[in-house]
């Protein structure tokens, strides 16, 4: 059974895909045949190889037609009719952002400015467009967990995943983010909100609230007061 792993980039899909493989012992792919330095993290970090497919279509298929669950990660947004089960990852908006830039520059080699990132000018679409068709849109079969629950309490997260999935009950639930910053610390930066929160200033911050804010409201990320 095919179950989608879905969230905007860097909201904490290879830490949930790590916490659902050491826990219950399941598949977990990625959409992106070229998403090497992700998986090469993935690899390194849970001692999972990851299967080689070209396309991305057949891995879908593959998971698809599995009797257990295979979870795919995945930063599209949802085809129009599809009816497969998701989980989708839900992270505040601003530390997103801020931690995608970081992520463009330090790990694809790219140099966008951050209001690039908060605009959607970058891979990814924005991070309003993610949320607004995976949550806002209230699509069936789907269950969304909040970055913030998850690094808080993952065992919490992971009772909530089984429950969806079909899983046992979790025994064990608990990486520490310590030990995955020093196997990759320029993908595994600090995992804190704050830290991003405080590189999010000035313009950029006022960027973010005009095209975001709405979808910040929505979620339940911050009042009109709070901006």
Known sequence: MLIWL????????????????KTFGVTTWSVYDHDRNTDRVFERASGQAQPTFTLSHAL????ANSPDPCFVKTHELPEPGDTHPAVYLLRDGRAAVVSYWHYRHDIAGESPSLADVIEGRVWGSDWSAHVQSWVLSQR??????RYE???ADPRGALEQIAAFAQLPPPTSARIRFDDLHEIEPRFFR??????????????????????HGDTMRAVGYWHRSAE
């Open 149 to 151: 629950s998850v690094v």
């Open 140 to 145: 069936p079969n789907t269950l969304v967990l």
């Open 6 to 21: 879905a969230s905007y980039p860097r909201s904490g899909n290879t830490y949930l895909r790590l916490l659902l493989s």
């Open 60 to 63: 879908c298929d593959a998971a």
């Open 190 to 211: 600090a995992g804190s909100n704050d830290a991003n929160f405080a590189e999010l200033q000035g313009e950029d911050l006022a960027c973010f609230s005009r095209r």
